[in-house]
């Protein structure tokens, strides 16, 4: 979604919609254009404590390590410039690789 231009934040808004309607019990975001799909979350009523954004993956894989417990679902979403592999190989070595 990085790359649809001047409709971007009106697409991620909507995104963090469907979040919601989902039944999404926790939304990490990370980046720039990831705040909107937050701000959709809220918006649609999702509270302030279950919504966390970060710029950082590094600080996004240190949050999720401590708050993922075995049996928990994660969906990893984002545009392949965002490179969230790197998040996904951190969280499996520590999650796991070590059971």
């Known amino acids: 979604m990085l790359e649809l231009g001047e409709k971007s934040a ?3 808004k909507e995104i963090g919609n469907i979040v919601f309607d989902c039944g999404v019990d926790i939304l990490i975001t990370l980046g720039k254009l990831s705040k909107w799909i937050a701000r959709g979350a809220k918006e649609k009523g999702l509270r302030n404590s279950s919504v966390k954004d970060f710029q950082d993956k590094k600080k996004a894989m240190e949050f999720l390590n401590e708050i993922l417990k075995d049996g928990d679902l994660v969906l990893v979403k984002g ?3 965002m490179k969230l592999e790197d998040l996904v190989q951190g969280l499996k070595q520590v999650h796991i690789d070590q059971n």
């Open 10 to 12: 009106v697409l991620h």
């Open 79 to 81: 545009s392949r410039k």
